[in-house]
């Protein structure tokens, strides 16, 4: 029992240790904004019969 004990408190140090990486990088990284232009030809806008 003692070892099963043991790998469920690593397994779940490792899984912190995961999370915390996780919530880290999405708060402290910002990407950089740059603008997106995207070209629709005319014949999308027509009515498909």
Same mark, same amino acid.
């Given at each position: 029992?003692?070892?099963l004990?043991?790998?469920l408190v690593s397994v779940a140090i490792m899984g912190g240790l995961i999370?915390?990486?996780m919530f880290a =990088?999405?708060?402290f990284y910002n990407p950089p904004l740059r603008? =997106?232009?995207v070209t629709i030809?005319?014949?999308r806008f027509l009515k498909q019969k």
């Open positions: 029992m003692p070892s004990f043991r790998f999370y915390g990486a =990088i999405a708060q603008e =997106i232009t030809p005319p014949d």
